[in-house]
């Protein structure tokens, strides 16, 4: 099978910074796209950045010049370094995938099971 997993989230004061990971693991062949979303209380799940495998990134413009997206594909893994923080960046945090499997042979769409992210005014 093939797990999400993220990590990095937490509590922080407005201005402040976290960087969530996300990695990938099981039958994975290669990870194509890569995706964090988040979804507020009452809000709905939105995008907040994409990464394709070669590198090319688009962000919401509700965090564009304050989040940074990357990954390293030797280790299966994506990053979100977020800057700047503000209250209303509080949400949950997914990581989603796009993955060849392995034994399958053919793509899937993966989801982790998110991390909180507090920011306190």
């Known amino acids: 099978q093939v797990q999400l997993v993220e990590s990095g989230g937490g509590l922080v004061q407005a201005g402040g910074s976290l960087r969530l990971s996300c990695a990938a693991s099981?039958?994975?062949?290669?990870?194509?796209?890569m995706y964090w979303y988040r979804q507020a209380p009452g809000k709905q799940r939105e995008l907040v950045a994409t990464i394709t495998r070669g590198g090319s990134t688009n962000y919401a413009d509700s965090v564009k010049g304050r989040f940074t997206i990357s990954r390293d594909n030797a280790k299966n893994t994506m990053y979100l370094q977020m800057n700047s923080l503000e209250p209303e960046d509080t949400a949950v945090y997914y990581c989603n995938a796009d993955i060849f499997h392995s034994l399958y042979s053919r793509n899937y769409n993966f989801w982790g099971q998110g991390t909180q992210v507090t920011v306190s005014s």
């Open positions: 099981g039958s994975i062949f290669s990870i194509n796209t």
